[in-house]
């Protein structure tokens, strides 16, 4: 495992939509543990491979409960909507208020190709969310109400 850059404010890959994943190989493995190894020492709950300058539809999240791969994340379903702080490891030290889902069910594959559904609310929610839309393209201050800073968070 190696840790990996992550892309700040501005770098072009956090603005590219992510192609899918198409093999499922070593290459693949060593990505997930690089980013899984990347996020935990940044100290995230998410990273998303465009994050770390791979433009693939690959995810990582832990929000306490233990690591969570995603290949070709999907959200299938989504339900209610709450407004909550956000930050993002490509934007460090800033923070916003940013409304999403309540609820989601997404759509992937694991490591091996095998297709699964897991279904998040709050954190989890957000954070699959989040990490989804940056395989769009799309970071936080797009969808951002307001920002905030650190000690508003507390």
Same mark, same amino acid.
């Given at each position: 495992?190696?840790?990996?850059? !992550? %892309? ?5 890959? /956090? ?12 290459? /693949?493995?060593?990505?997930?543990? =690089? ?6 020492? %940044? ?5 998303? %491979?465009? @994050? ?15 690591? !969570? ?6 959200? !299938?379903? @989504? ?14 030290? @800033? ?14 594959? =694991? ?23 940056? /395989? ?8 951002? !109400?307001?920002?905030?800073? %650190?000690?508003?968070?507390?």
């Amino acid at each position: 495992m190696a840790l990996r850059t !992550i %892309a700040k404010e501005g770098e072009d890959c /956090l603005r590219k939509v992510a192609k899918p994943v198409t093999v499922f190989d070593n290459k /693949l493995k060593t990505l997930l543990d =690089d980013m899984a190894e990347t996020m935990y020492e %940044a100290n995230g709950v998410g990273l998303a %491979a465009p @994050q770390v300058s791979v433009l693939r539809r690959v995810v990582v999240i832990d929000v306490g409960e233990g690591l !969570i791969e995603l290949i070709n994340p999907e959200i !299938i379903s @989504q339900g209610g909507s709450v407004e909550d702080s956000e930050g993002c490891l490509s934007f460090p030290g @800033q923070y916003g208020i940013v409304a999403r889902p309540e609820k989601v069910a997404v759509k992937a594959f =694991d490591r091996n190709g095998k297709e699964f559904i897991i279904e998040g609310e709050d954190l989890l929610a957000r954070a699959l969310c989040h990490e989804t839309d940056h /395989l769009n393209g799309v970071v936080f201050k797009d969808l951002v !109400i307001r920002m905030c800073t %650190a000690d508003e968070l507390e």
